[in-house]
Each structure stands twice: as structure tokens, then as C-alpha cells.
């Protein structure tokens, strides 16, 4: 069938099966899925550009980054102008903090505020820790002043927040060829002494946070109702895997009589144990230490030599960061979950997690059911859970339904 050009101006034209992705409801074009571009690919700028089918019908408007492998998200399902769009963001922006607003409380006043496709603002990821917002801009099209400005006078009108920072991963940066710092301030309540630190709360619990430091541009705020149900299911000598800085540690505490904790991290440990210090009076006579180590090799280790626990957590890095690492994130998953089940006493619970959005839950459960078979362990599955509800998923993209929490007790 011949194509027909596209009578928008400006239009790139793409695949059927792309287009009909959008349709569908997902908001990605992969560069793959281009057929037809509007002059040279690397002469386009990056910004807000018109999307056709391959009988040049209209899909609407899509935010286009040359750098990367997705070349377009979909903003809109009409032609919208740079005006119109920044004021669907400032719009979807006010709408995603309303959403938020009764999560929050003097016990946990800490979320995400946005978190990107899920709320319509592709690209846009933006964190609240107490009086300190970081902000994410990450998409070579959303890398302008008027994107900033109008992101930073929302946030300030919803919010009177003390500071709000842009934070960029080093990785993004450069796939996306931002311009902007490492870190830059958007707004200051005290401009010649920006906070960069601060204390927040969630669950009743006190955590440090320091934007100018960790592995993360920020802590783990999508396990926040996982935290809670761990503590709910937890009893007697707890082992929590993976505790970046403590926040299941620290959850477990309050139950458990003795809690270790362990990291690869040297620095993330010693944020763990600033947060173990602001929580004392909290945990009562609960005994918490820290273990720097390799999460494979501990577990292999402590397994061989015979060490027990009645509640173990664990909470892994993301292993699947593409498809063709699946195979391998399954065979590590098996591996962790494997030496966990072989230290449980009878009784005892598994708090298991995957943030892997490329391992379904299906494979994951998998996982863990072959898991169980090798460790010759009888496994009732208590609960599955996902991410917070301040990570919403959008069933149309699969890939907001990232975080996979399983809860198991081990006869």
C-alpha cells in the first residue's frame, strides 16, 4: 500500500503499529517506528511536533527529543502551539498535585507529586520531601526556560514550598543531552542559602534526605504502603536486603526485637544509621545493625552457614533495565529469594520485591514459585502488592506498573 505524505505541516509520519499504540491509549514512538520525516531526522529540533498516521490522518502532538530512543511522547490528540501546551502542563500539573494532597499528613509529608506519563506530563517527575521539591525535567523538549518557570510557579502556588531543586541522573543527562547542571535551583525561600537537606516524615518515621548526595535523585517514596504492610506481617529477628537507607529496616524495627540491615553502600548505610539515630525514641529497646556487603554473596554465605531469621526483606536494585536482561534478572531474583527461603524458620515471612518494570509479575511469581520448590519450602503467598498510590498506574502504559511487592510465609 503506498503511503500518502501527510498533509499537516511539519508531521512525522509513523508506523501503523505505533500508531495504533497510540490509539490504544500509550503515549511512545520509538525512532524505529518513524517512516517519514519532515526533513533530515537531525535537523529537527527538539520540541512540540505534529504526529500522522501513514494515510497522513492527524494523532495529535507529541513532544520530539533527537537524543533518544523514544522519539516522541504524545501530549495531545490535536494540534496544540507551545502557548497551549505550557498551559495543559500548568492544567495536568495543578490536577496531579490535587491527587496527592490527601496523602499527605504530619505522618508522611512526603509523595511524588508527578510522576510522568501517569499524570499526563511526560517527562515530568517531581518529589516532595517536607519543605524541599525536587524537580525532573527529563526530555530534551522540556530543557527550556518557560518549561521551568511554569513547573517552578505551579509548584510554588500549590505548595509554599522552602526550596525546589532540578536534580538530573548523570545518565538521563547524557542520553537526553540536557543542558541544565547536576543541580540547579528553581526557587529559594532563602536564595543565598538554598536547602539542599532535610528531614521528612513517612509513616510516623524520620528520614534524612540530601539532594546533593545518594545513589538516587531521591529515596524510595513508592514502597511507602510496603513499608507499612512489612512492619504489619513482621515478627521476631528480622533481615532486611538491599536497606539503601534503612527504610524497611527501620519499619521492621518497630516490631522486631533485633533487625539487621544490609547494603553494598558504605554511604548509604551511614544515612541509615542517621536515620536509626532520629528514630530512637520511636523503636523502643529494638536492636538495629548494619552490614556492608554484597547482597549474593551475603546470602550465600549466611545460607551455607546456617543462619535463621523469622522475617526477611528483600528489596533489590532494578536487575531488567531491558528486555534482553530479563533472562538474567530472573536467574539473580531465584538466586536472592532462594537463600532467603533456605534462613526462614517455620513461620517466618518474606517481604520480596522487584522494581524491574521488564519482569512481569507473572514471571516474577514464577520466580519465586521455583524458588520455593529448590529451597523444598511449602510457600502461602499472603499478599501481592504494587507501588503507592502516589505512583498510580495507567493501565494503557504498562510500564507505570513497575514495582512488584510480595509478602510469603514459609511453613
Given at each position: 500500500?503506498?503511503?500518502?505524505?501527510?498533509?499537516?505541516?511539519?508531521?512525522?509520519?509513523?508506523?501503523?503499529?505505533?500508531?495504533?499504540?497510540?490509539?490504544?491509549?500509550?503515549?511512545?514512538?520509538?525512532?524505529?517506528?518513524?517512516?517519514?520525516?519532515?526533513?533530515?531526522?537531525?535537523?529537527?529540533?527538539?520540541?512540540?511536533?505534529?504526529?500522522?498516521?501513514?494515510?497522513?490522518?492527524?494523532?495529535?502532538?507529541?513532544?520530539?527529543?533527537?537524543?533518544?530512543?523514544?522519539?516522541?511522547?504524545?501530549?495531545?490528540?490535536?494540534l496544540v502551539s507551545d502557548e497551549?501546551?505550557?498551559?495543559?502542563?500548568?492544567?495536568?500539573?495543578?490536577?496531579?498535585?490535587?491527587?496527592?494532597?490527601?496523602?499527605?499528613?504530619?505522618?508522611?509529608?512526603?509523595?511524588?507529586?508527578?510522576?510522568?506519563?501517569?499524570?499526563?506530563?511526560?517527562?515530568?517527575?517531581?518529589?516532595?520531601?517536607?519543605?524541599?521539591?525536587?524537580?525532573?525535567?527529563?526530555?530534551?523538549?522540556?530543557?527550556?526556560?518557560?518549561?521551568?518557570?511554569?513547573v517552578a510557579e505551579i509548584l510554588?502556588?500549590?505548595?509554599?514550598?522552602?526550596?525546589?531543586?532540578?536534580?538530573?541522573?548523570?545518565?538521563?543527562?547524557?542520553?537526553?543531552?540536557?543542558?541544565?547542571?547536576?543541580?540547579?535551583?528553581?526557587?529559594?525561600?532563602?536564595?543565598?542559602?538554598?536547602?539542599?537537606?532535610?528531614?521528612?516524615?513517612?509513616?510516623?518515621?524520620?528520614?534524612?534526605?540530601?539532594?546533593?548526595?545518594?545513589?538516587?535523585?531521591?529515596?524510595?517514596?513508592?514502597?511507602?504502603?510496603?513499608?507499612?504492610?512489612?512492619?504489619?506481617?513482621?515478627?521476631?529477628?528480622?533481615?532486611?536486603?538491599?536497606?539503601?537507607?534503612?527504610?524497611?529496616?527501620?519499619?521492621?524495627?518497630?516490631?522486631?526485637?533485633?533487625?539487621?540491615?544490609?547494603?553494598?553502600?558504605?554511604?548509604?548505610?551511614?544515612?541509615?544509621?542517621?536515620?536509626?539515630?532520629?528514630?530512637?525514641?520511636?523503636?523502643?529497646?529494638?536492636?538495629?545493625?548494619?552490614?556492608?556487603?554484597?547482597?549474593?554473596?551475603?546470602?550465600?554465605?549466611?545460607?551455607?552457614?546456617?543462619?535463621?531469621?523469622?522475617?526477611?526483606?528483600?528489596?533489590?536494585?532494578?536487575?531488567?533495565?531491558?528486555?534482553?536482561?530479563?533472562?538474567?534478572?530472573?536467574?539473580?531474583?531465584?538466586?536472592l529469594n532462594l537463600r532467603a527461603?533456605?534462613?526462614?524458620?517455620?513461620?517466618?515471612?518474606?517481604?520480596?520485591?522487584?522494581?524491574?518494570?521488564?519482569?512481569?509479575?507473572?514471571?516474577?511469581?514464577?520466580?519465586?514459585?521455583?524458588?520455593?520448590?529448590?529451597?523444598?519450602?511449602?510457600?502461602?503467598?499472603?499478599?501481592?502488592?504494587?507501588?503507592?498510590?502516589?505512583?498510580?498506574?495507567?493501565?494503557?502504559?504498562?510500564?507505570?506498573?513497575?514495582?512488584?511487592?510480595?509478602?510469603?510465609?514459609?511453613?
Open positions: 500500500m503506498e503511503r500518502a505524505t501527510p498533509e499537516i505541516p511539519g508531521a512525522i509520519l509513523i508506523s501503523r503499529r505505533a500508531a495504533d499504540r497510540l490509539r490504544a491509549g500509550h503515549v511512545w514512538v520509538y525512532r524505529s517506528d518513524v517512516e517519514e520525516w519532515p526533513g533530515e531526522p537531525g535537523q529537527i529540533a527538539a520540541g512540540l511536533v505534529p504526529l500522522a498516521d501513514r494515510r497522513g490522518s492527524l494523532l495529535g502532538t507529541g513532544l520530539y527529543s533527537p537524543a533518544s530512543e523514544i522519539a516522541l511522547r504524545l501530549v495531545a490528540q490535536e497551549e501546551w505550557l498551559g495543559m502542563l500548568r492544567a495536568r500539573l495543578r490536577a496531579a498535585i490535587a491527587r496527592r494532597v490527601p496523602m499527605l499528613d504530619a505522618d508522611s509529608n512526603a509523595c511524588r507529586l508527578v510522576f510522568s506519563e501517569a499524570d499526563e506530563l511526560p517527562g515530568i517527575t517531581v518529589d516532595k520531601y517536607a519543605g524541599l521539591v525536587i524537580v525532573q525535567l527529563r526530555h530534551k523538549a522540556l530543557d527550556n526556560d518557560a518549561t521551568r518557570s511554569a510554588r502556588e500549590a505548595l509554599d514550598p522552602d526550596t525546589i531543586l532540578e536534580r538530573e541522573e548523570p545518565r538521563i543527562r547524557e542520553l537526553e543531552q540536557l543542558s541544565v547542571p547536576a543541580s540547579a535551583t528553581l526557587f529559594a525561600r532563602d536564595p543565598e542559602n538554598p536547602g539542599t537537606k532535610t528531614v521528612f516524615h513517612l509513616n510516623g518515621l524520620q528520614f534524612h534526605f540530601d539532594a546533593t548526595s545518594g545513589q538516587k535523585t531521591g529515596a524510595f517514596l513508592d514502597q511507602r504502603e510496603n513499608y507499612a504492610a512489612a512492619a504489619r506481617y513482621a515478627h521476631g529477628e528480622a533481615l532486611d536486603v538491599c536497606t539503601y537507607q534503612g527504610g524497611f529496616a527501620l519499619h521492621l524495627a518497630r516490631v522486631c526485637p533485633r533487625v539487621t540491615g544490609n547494603d553494598v553502600s558504605r554511604a548509604a548505610l551511614e544515612v541509615a544509621e542517621q536515620n536509626l539515630e532520629a528514630n530512637r525514641a520511636a523503636l523502643g529497646s529494638s536492636e538495629v545493625d548494619w552490614v556492608e556487603a554484597d547482597a549474593f554473596n551475603l546470602l550465600r554465605d549466611w545460607s551455607d552457614a546456617g543462619a535463621v531469621y523469622d522475617t526477611i526483606v528483600l528489596d533489590p536494585p532494578a536487575f531488567a533495565k531491558s528486555k534482553r536482561a530479563v533472562e538474567g534478572a530472573l536467574r539473580g531474583y531465584r538466586e527461603l533456605k534462613m526462614l524458620r517455620p513461620g517466618g515471612r518474606l517481604i520480596t520485591c522487584s522494581c524491574s518494570h521488564h519482569v512481569s509479575l507473572g514471571g516474577f511469581m514464577e520466580t519465586l514459585r521455583a524458588a520455593a520448590g529448590d529451597a523444598r519450602r511449602r510457600v502461602r503467598v499472603l499478599e501481592v502488592r504494587g507501588a503507592s498510590p502516589d505512583h498510580p498506574v495507567v493501565l494503557n502504559i504498562p510500564e507505570t506498573e513497575y514495582l512488584k511487592c510480595v509478602i510469603v510465609e514459609a511453613e
